[in-house]
């Protein structure tokens, strides 16, 4: 199983990014995003199920929207009105039974 994220750069605030997930190896139940910030730990951004219900942490309700294309094996992050706060690494990740398997980090910075 081979998670590779990419999408991430530098964005003024307000701006947006889309950062992609490309997987491959199982059928996998759960996928989502974390973020950490630096001195920070690892928490949720978003996820979304198998049968598409999606799920977001309070702070980016409303602005990012998760996504996934089974068809082409990619989990996609659409970040708008990103704000400074937004700034980390973010990692995606995918359950398979009780393994969960993650991407590396791709980094989103905002700033002006």
């Known amino acids: 199983v081979q998670l590779q994220a990419s999408g991430g750069g530098l964005v003024q605030p307000g701006g947006s990014l889309r950062l992609s997930c490309v997987f491959s190896?199982?059928?996998?139940?759960?996928m989502g995003w974390y973020r950490q910030a630096p001195g920070k730990q690892r928490d949720v951004v978003a996820s979304?199920?198998?049968?598409?219900?999606?799920s977001y942490v309070d702070s980016v309700k409303g602005r990012f929207t998760i996504s996934r294309d089974n068809a082409k094996n990619a989990l996609y992050l659409q970040m708008n009105s990103l704000e400074v706060e937004d700034s980390a690494a973010y990692y995606c990740?995918?359950?398979?039974?009780?393994?969960?398997?993650w991407g590396q980090g791709t980094q989103v910075t905002v700033s002006s």
């Open positions: 990740f995918a359950d398979s039974g009780r393994r969960r398997y």
């Open positions: 190896g199982s059928i996998f139940s759960s």
């Open positions: 979304i199920a198998s049968g598409g219900g999606t």
